[in-house]
């Protein structure tokens, strides 16, 4: 039995590895695929009658975990600089929008469907109306640079703020001043703890000599954010600000405290610390999805009686998002699509008290609402896939043409540009000169 589980798994692993390397080009979602997966092997189990331990204990284990590492992940990938404000503001406003827009739309349905009071439906409401980075983030790795960081800052940022939103509602039983004033006390006491865990872990990480040295880190970063989650403090605030410090750590060597650990040497410690939580992401993420596929009851995935209710969530999410992108200016395709359900999802839902959960919001309705706006967001990347865009040809003197696409990184010109700062670039070719437009990567999202 141990080694028919240990195969098992070794099989789903490497089949689930195959999968993220051919995403980039298939572009279905691995999320769907691991649930498939997982799905598959408890039919199989139950047709072979082989007893399999209960799993459930570890889903939510496997959740925090997962989430640890990849707001982690996505906080040691982003840039952190000037120049990255614009995005910063631009995706935390959508995010912070988003959350609060979808909240007030879902309370409001499930008061007029009966639901008790109007905190119960609102916790109840959360879950589903957060975007999954665990999903979000690894599917859009092949998008332009541009896309792919504002994408990693929404979705780390739709699970913060919706975290703290729920922990708000959860841990406080009225909702007045004094409720506000104690979680800003709350935030500010985390950012001073942050800073300080940060400074001592980046010391440990320089100072550490034994040749295991980031697995106690990596410990110690989940030791604090479950210390701070026993005392209800915002503790993905923690994992974000970690990331984003050490993944920006070439930035900071002016700063004398950073002098003093040796940035250099630190610098490569960093890179090779990157590489463990990459990988711990990628184990993580997939025991969780597997394990989540393998609990899914068909009656609770095919329920009709929330089917319906199911569409119609999805419905409001994805049109919401339409409608918040063209608020704000920025491309419709492929980032309308960029809107999953998965992991947070299920953490929170798993997180309600029992004695407040909704029996409209269940698991069948959030197993359905999961398993749709990943197909929704798999739909529409395979339909924005399209060739890159061609901006210059060159004719040569045989009237045959060259086609240069967006992808290159070098462009021939023949002219000198007197302004290094400016835009804007003249490419000449024979008898033609054509002006190309060269905005700065956050621009795009003005």
Same mark, same amino acid.
């Given at each position: %039995?141990?080694? #028919?589980?240990?195969?098992?798994? !070794?099989?789903?692993?490497?089949?689930?590895?195959?999968?993220?390397?051919?995403? #980039?080009?298939?572009?279905?979602?691995?999320?769907?695929?691991?649930?498939?997966? =997982?799905?598959?092997?408890?039919?199989?189990?139950?047709?072979?009658?082989?007893?399999?331990?209960?799993?459930? %204990?570890?889903?939510?284990?496997?959740?925090?975990?997962?989430?640890?590492?990849?707001?982690?992940?996505?906080?040691?990938?982003?840039?952190?600089?000037?120049?990255?404000?614009?995005?910063?503001?631009?995706?935390?406003?959508? #995010?912070?929008?988003?959350?609060?827009?979808?909240?007030? +739309?879902?309370?409001?349905?499930?008061?007029? %469907?009966?639901?008790?009071?109007?905190?119960?439906?609102?916790?109840?409401?959360?879950?589903? !109306?957060? /975007?999954?980075?665990?999903?979000?983030?690894?599917?859009?790795?092949?998008?332009?640079?541009?896309?792919?960081?504002?994408?990693?800052?929404?979705?780390?940022?739709?699970?913060?703020?919706?975290?703290?939103?729920?922990?708000?509602?959860?841990?406080?039983?009225?909702?007045?001043?004094?409720?506000?004033?104690?979680?800003?006390?709350?935030?500010?006491?985390?950012?001073?703890?942050?800073?300080?865990?940060?400074?001592?872990?980046?010391?440990?990480?320089?100072?550490?000599?034994?040749?295991?040295?980031? /697995?106690?880190? /990596?410990?110690?970063?989940?030791?604090?954010?479950?210390?701070?989650?026993?005392?209800?403090?915002?503790?993905? +605030?923690?994992?974000?600000?970690?990331?984003?410090? /050490?993944?920006?750590?070439? =930035?900071?060597?002016?700063?004398?405290?950073?002098?003093?650990?040796?940035?250099?040497?630190?610098?490569?410690?960093?890179?090779?610390?990157?590489?463990?939580?990459?990988?711990?992401?990628?184990? +993580?993420?997939?025991?969780?999805?597997?394990?989540?596929?393998?609990?899914?009851?068909?009656?609770?995935?095919?329920?009709?009686?929330?089917?319906?209710?199911? &569409?119609?969530?999805?419905?409001?999410?994805?049109?919401?998002?339409?409608?918040?992108?063209?608020?704000?200016?920025?491309?419709?395709?492929?980032?309308?699509?960029?809107?999953?359900?998965?992991?947070?999802? &299920?953490?929170?839902?798993?997180?309600?008290?029992?004695?407040?959960?909704?029996? &409209?919001?269940?698991?069948?309705?959030?197993?359905?609402?999961?398993?749709?706006?990943?197909?929704?967001?798999?739909?529409?990347? +395979?339909? !924005?896939?399209?060739?890159?865009?061609?901006?210059?040809?060159?004719?040569?003197?045989?009237?045959?043409?060259?086609?240069?696409?967006?992808?290159?990184?070098?462009?021939?010109?023949?002219?000198?540009?007197?302004?290094?700062?400016?835009?804007?670039?003249?490419?000449?070719?024979?008898?033609?000169?054509?002006?190309?437009?060269?905005?700065?990567?956050?621009?795009?999202?003005?």
């Amino acid at each position: %039995m141990t080694l #028919s589980i240990i195969i098992t798994l !070794c099989v789903l692993l490497l089949l689930a590895y195959i999968f993220d390397l051919t995403s #980039s080009k298939t572009r279905i979602p691995t999320v769907i695929i691991l649930l498939v997966l =997982g799905y598959l092997v408890r039919q199989g189990a139950d047709f072979l009658n082989v007893t399999v331990p209960d799993l459930s %204990m570890f889903l939510k284990i496997f959740g925090t975990l997962g989430l640890i590492l990849i707001v982690l992940e996505g906080g040691l990938d982003l840039e952190f600089n000037k120049s990255k404000l614009k995005v910063i503001n631009k995706s935390f406003l959508i #995010s912070i929008l988003s959350v609060a827009f979808l909240s007030f +739309i879902f309370t409001v349905i499930l008061q007029l %469907m009966g639901e008790t009071s109007i905190k119960e439906s609102l916790i109840n409401a959360i879950p589903i !109306c957060v /975007i999954s980075s665990a999903i979000a983030i690894p599917t859009v790795q092949n998008l332009s640079k541009e896309k792919k960081e504002f994408v990693i800052y929404e979705s780390s940022f739709s699970d913060v703020l919706g975290v703290l939103f729920f922990d708000f509602l959860i841990t406080h039983e009225v909702i007045n001043g004094h409720a506000f004033g104690e979680f800003g006390v709350d935030m500010l006491i985390l950012i001073v703890v942050s800073f300080l865990a940060t400074i001592l872990l980046l010391f440990l990480l320089r100072k550490i000599n034994h040749h295991i040295k980031f /697995i106690p880190i /990596i410990i110690l970063i989940v030791l604090i954010y479950a210390v701070a989650e026993v005392y209800h403090l915002p503790a993905l +605030i923690f994992i974000l600000i970690f990331g984003l410090f /050490i993944g920006n750590l070439g =930035g900071l060597q002016e700063i004398n405290l950073i002098k003093k650990l040796n940035p250099e040497i630190l610098l490569k410690e960093v890179t090779k610390f990157s590489e463990l939580v990459n990988v711990g992401a990628f184990l +993580i993420r997939t025991l969780f999805f597997l394990i989540f596929g393998f609990l899914i009851e068909t009656s609770e995935l095919l329920n009709p009686s929330t089917f319906l209710l199911a &569409i119609a969530v999805v419905a409001i999410i994805f049109l919401s998002r339409w409608a918040i992108i063209l608020l704000f200016k920025l491309e419709v395709k492929p980032l309308v699509f960029v809107a999953p359900r998965g992991l947070i999802t &299920i953490l929170l839902f798993l997180a309600i008290p029992e004695a407040i959960q909704s029996t &409209i919001i269940n698991k069948s309705l959030i197993i359905q609402v999961i398993v749709l706006s990943a197909i929704v967001m798999m739909v529409g990347m +395979i339909l !924005c896939k399209a060739p890159s865009p061609v901006i210059k040809t060159q004719t040569d003197d045989e009237g045959t043409g060259d086609e240069i696409s967006d992808d290159d990184n070098e462009i021939e010109s023949e002219e000198s540009v007197d302004d290094e700062d400016s835009d804007m670039v003249d490419v000449t070719s024979g008898n033609t000169s054509n002006r190309i437009d060269f905005d700065e990567e956050t621009d795009r999202f003005e």
